[in-house]
């Protein structure tokens, strides 16, 4: 039959796409003419391979399953042009953890998972093209001002999801083909309505999803589609009359009138349809009404396929903004502010400074453990000065730091970040080395893993990059290590990046102090309250100390406390021994 000629062809590009050779996948600029919709970079790009996309789709609106293929094309499509590595920072930030915690989509009482790869991805790679953050600035501004849109917004979100779901995750039975397909359909007519009426106010980004729909509504295509589905739904109306018992059961049911729907030119009056079949049937043809209805599906289907590829290119950008909006949701619930940044250029001219100041700072890992964080403010004289942080454990540093390291990482990728007021500048790179439990597979100890950490940081280090480095050479002997943290900082300030570091040589960082002699080097130390305990605040100047016996004392760790541990074994031992001599 013509209709299973047309589904193998349709069919026949699949197998090569899903077995053959990967082909290496680059980021392109949209043609002139060309019908692509780009939320979240300021020259639109296609960063979808268009081709495979294309044979994936055919072969899942036959099948109603593409092997997963369109939910890869986008967690694999190429990624942003980035100059960050996130080999060098992303280890220490947990971004799996705060993506799957706190970047959640909720849509009513649903919560909905986005696609965890895709924006790890995308948060490792901040864009090199600052006009990119300034457009997804304006996109997440609109939407958290706006409800309508953001609930526009979210509909379309969930018939994308949906669109992805009826040809990618639900195999189609052989009874189902022309439902299946119809909602389908549906679900295309669902996403275009939505982006033309609840996207005609937006002004941001989210204006050129609605100018496409808006297009593709005007085109004969789209007339095509809704006929076709208002066949579907409104073939004909009946009108009946039901007599129920007090039973609640049927009584009499009558048909009243029967009418059918003539303006729908795909409608045909019953002696047309007769007509047709008998001129059919002369000719040596055979079809069934669901067979014609199938053939015109798919010629509706083939024309909208231009319409469809880009949504999957946008599904991970709409994810990306709803994402961000569920980080903003669970900060205020947990009474936390979040905000857009300030970010400043990268100063042009030599002495030039740009701003760093950062107030009401969180670290929203700490939502994983159900703390909530207590904001702090952070500040410098200029976005190149060293900063050093001194003060005792469990004082809030290495938080501190990791807080200000996701504050910038977040800021550079155009989303909110953990704190009520950022004004930032834009670091061309990130290097990140904080102090965690060391991997099985890890070679050297923690002084040698540290030291080539410190290596590679200069081997990437360029001017203006943001350095986080937690406990500098603490892996080692106070003396051995005290030069070496002193080579560092010294060496650090020559290309003017944004440097923070915490440690505990106290003594080394007071002739810091004294001396004055490292360019730009400030000071910052954990707060104490009246009993000697964080208040998680920093203020300027060098710790006096670093509070170990106050921590030890808090953890059970004195001298009298051990003592009376030891007596406990000691006489758990004896009583062992003795009841073994019995």
């Known amino acids: 039959m013509l209709l299973e000629r047309r589904a193998r062809a349709l069919t026949a590009p699949a197998p090569a796409a899903v077995t053959g050779p990967a082909r290496p996948l680059a980021l392109r600029t949209v043609d002139d003419g060309e019908r692509w919709v780009d939320l979240i970079h300021h020259e639109p790009l296609v960063t979808i391979d268009v081709e495979l996309l294309r044979s994936a789709l055919r072969f899942a609106f036959e099948s109603g399953d593409a092997g997963g293929l369109l939910g890869k094309a986008v967690d694999e499509a190429p990624i942003t042009p980035s100059d960050w590595d996130p080999e060098v920072f992303a280890q220490g930030l947990f971004l799996p953890e705060l993506l799957s915690s706190s970047f959640r989509i909720q849509i009513g009482r649903k919560q909905l998972e986005?696609?965890?790869?895709?924006?790890?991805?995308?948060?490792?790679?901040?864009?090199?093209?600052r006009r990119d953050v300034e457009l997804r600035q304006g996109v997440l501004r609109e939407l958290a001002g706006d409800d309508e849109l953001r609930a526009s917004l979210s509909r379309i979100y969930v018939s994308l999801r949906e669109l992805r779901g009826l040809l990618d995750e639900r195999p189609m039975t052989p009874g189902e083909t022309v439902r299946r397909k119809v909602e389908v359909l549906a679900a295309i007519q669902s996403i275009l309505d939505e982006a033309d009426e609840g996207l005609a106010?937006?002004?941001?980004?989210?204006r050129r999803l609605h100018d496409f729909a808006r297009d593709v509504r005007g085109r004969p295509i789209y007339d095509r589609l809704a006929q076709l589905l208002d066949f579907d739904a409104n073939m004909a109306v009946n009108e009946v009359r039901i007599v129920l018992g007090s039973d609640g059961k049927i009584r009499d049911f009558r048909l009243l009138a029967a009418s059918e729907n003539r303006e729908n030119p795909l409608v045909m009056s019953p002696w047309r349809r007769m007509w047709s079949r008998l001129v059919a049937w002369l000719r040596g043809y055979e079809y069934t009404e669901s067979e014609v209805l199938l053939r015109v599906i798919d010629d509706v289907f083939l024309q909208l396929e231009d319409v469809v590829l880009p949504f999957f290119d946008v599904i991970g950008d709409v994810e990306l903004y709803l994402a961000a909006l569920g980080f903003r949701d669970r900060a205020l619930k947990a009474?936390?502010?979040?905000?857009?940044?300030?970010?400043?250029?990268?100063?042009?001219?030599?002495?030039?400074?740009?701003?760093?100041?950062?107030?009401?700072?969180?670290?929203?890992?700490?939502?994983?453990?159900?703390?909530?964080?207590?904001?702090?403010?952070?500040?410098?004289?200029?976005?190149?000065?060293?900063?050093?942080?001194?003060?005792?454990?469990s004082g809030g540093k290495t938080r501190m730091l990791q807080a200000v390291a996701l504050t910038q990482l977040l800021a550079q990728s155009g989303l909110f970040v953990p704190a009520r007021e950022a004004e930032l500048t834009y670091a061309p790179s990130m290097f990140v080395s904080l102090v965690e439990g060391a991997p099985a597979d890890q070679k050297e100890g923690r002084l040698g893993t540290e030291l080539l950490r410190v290596r590679q940081c200069f081997e990437q280090l360029g001017p203006g990059s943001m350095v986080?480095?937690?406990?500098?050479?603490?892996?080692t002997n106070p003396s051995e290590g005290i030069a070496i943290f002193e080579m560092v900082i010294s060496l650090l300030p020559r290309l003017r990046p944004q440097v923070l570091v915490t440690t505990h040589f106290l003594d080394a960082a007071r002739n810091l102090q004294a001396e004055g002699a490292?360019?730009?080097?400030?000071?910052?130390?954990?707060?104490?309250?009246?009993?000697?305990?964080?208040?998680?605040?920093?203020?300027?100047?060098v710790a006096p100390t670093s509070?170990?016996?106050?921590?030890?004392?808090?953890?059970?760790?004195?001298?009298?406390?051990?003592?009376?541990?030891?007596?406990?074994r000691a006489s758990l031992v004896l009583t062992a021994g003795a009841a073994e001599e019995e």
Request: proline content about 11%; overall charge negative.
């Open 468 to 475: 986080v480095l937690d406990e500098l050479c603490s892996g």
């Open 547 to 568: 509070l170990a016996h106050a921590v030890a004392s808090r953890l059970g760790v004195t001298r009298e406390e051990l003592e009376g541990l030891v007596a406990q």
């Open 335 to 393: 009474g936390l502010e979040v905000c857009l940044p300030t970010l400043a250029p990268p100063p042009d001219a030599p002495g030039e400074r740009g701003p760093f100041a950062i107030r009401g700072l969180f670290n929203p890992l700490l939502l994983l453990q159900d703390i909530v964080p207590v904001p702090c403010d952070v500040a410098t004289s200029g976005h190149d000065a060293l900063l050093l942080v001194t003060g005792p454990n």
């Open 201 to 206: 106010s937006a002004t941001s980004a989210l």
């Open 114 to 129: 986005p696609s965890q790869r895709h924006l790890e991805r995308l948060l490792q790679s901040p864009p090199r093209d």
């Open 518 to 541: 490292v360019e730009r080097l400030e000071f910052l130390q954990v707060e104490l309250d009246a009993e000697e305990g964080p208040t998680y605040q920093f203020i300027p100047g």
